[in-house]
């Protein structure tokens, strides 16, 4: 008698062996797809907001330290979030999450946009003033394709525009050589806005678009005398396409993010501009309004119900809020404009 066989202890047979190894397969496989869910559910949650640093050692800092230490700490959070930069990421959960790359894309460019002007406006005195050198060199890196994954990689460019940052500010404050300048007047600012006006007309645009809608052609605003390139239709059918909507509303969610801390500490470098122009209540409800576009969602995927219908729009939600923002940014800068 095979006593070994009885007492279970010989080999299994290989049919029985096969359905262990597929069965402990599966667990594993069960476990990591679950984890990377997870995982990517994490990469997913957007960063809180943060109040904006004014202060140094206790003391109020010189004009321009809020808005350029606000603009280091939002470029940092875009590349040192749970998951850091995930918009050119090859492998998964990055690979296959969109949500967040689109949020980011929507932070980057405000990045963008305020160290275009900071380089050309903000630390110049008048149009033929000599650059910064630091904001020369942050202003490109940062305008480097928001998509390459090495060689160099995006994320290598965008800290060596964050060097280039802390270089300025460091400069800024008196703590290295040559001093730096930050000039806070009304047409610097109107300068900002009005490329802020353009950013939030053309997202509130295609927010508004998530259902398809006939609006009167405005491409000539009216005007007898201009011309186009080509024939015009007076009526025109907009709809943004349904892959596209929630890439375009959470691209709205990481413009207002950090237009809401742009526009924080602009409201303390600029307040003896605002003041002087009784414009003080006007930049507040722009921050309001993007405070309120902000509210987390409640939803796990962006709806996109029709305007009156059973199920909620999230794209129109965002888009009253970005346009009644637009509204009081230009109420803003013709305040600004004025004597």
């Not at 900071?118 to 490109?140: G, I, K």
């Amino acid at each position: 008698m095979d006593f070994k066989r009885f007492a279970g202890g010989g080999p299994r047979p290989p049919g029985q062996r096969r359905r262990v190894l597929t069965r402990t397969a599966g667990i594993v496989a069960a476990v990591l797809a679950v984890f990377v869910l997870l995982l990517g559910w994490y990469w997913s949650r957007e960063p809180d907001t943060f109040w904006v640093d004014w202060e140094r050692n206790g003391e109020p800092a010189v004009t321009g330290y809020a808005t350029t230490d606000t603009l280091l700490r939002v470029a940092r959070t875009l590349l040192d979030k749970p998951g850091g930069y995930l918009t050119n990421d090859v492998m998964p959960p990055g690979l296959y999450l969109d949500n967040m790359p689109n949020w980011e894309f929507g932070v980057l460019v405000q990045v963008r946009d305020l160290a275009r002007v900071m380089r050309n406006d903000f630390s110049r005195s008048q149009t033929q003033s000599v650059e910064d050198p630091d904001l020369a060199e942050a202003e490109p890196n940062f305008n480097f394709d928001n998509n390459s994954w090495i060689l160099p990689s995006s994320e290598s460019r965008y800290r060596r525009g964050i060097d280039h940052l802390e270089s300025y500010r460091a400069r800024l404050v008196g703590e290295a050589e040559p001093p730096a300048n930050f000039y806070a007047r009304a047409d610097n600012l109107r300068e900002w806005l009005a490329v802020v006006e353009k950013r939030l007309g053309n997202l509130s645009q295609q927010l508004s678009a998530s259902v398809g809608q006939a609006r009167v052609n405005i491409d000539l605003a009216g005007d007898p005398a201009g011309e186009a390139g080509g024939p015009r239709r007076d009526e025109v059918e907009v709809q943004t396409p349904w892959l596209q909507i929630d890439d375009v509303f959470y691209e709205a969610r990481g413009t207002a993010w950090a237009l809401l801390h742009f526009l924080r500490a602009i409201e303390y470098d600029m307040r003896h501009v605002l003041e002087d122009k009784n414009a003080t209540v006007s930049l507040r409800q722009v921050i309001r309004e993007l405070e309120g576009s902000l509210a987390p969602m409640r939803s796990p995927i962006v709806l996109n119900g029709g305007g009156y219908g059973l199920f909620a729009n999230h794209s129109l939600v965002m888009a009253s809020y970005l346009s009644r923002a637009n509204q009081a940014i230009t109420n803003l800068r013709e305040l600004l404009a004025g004597g």
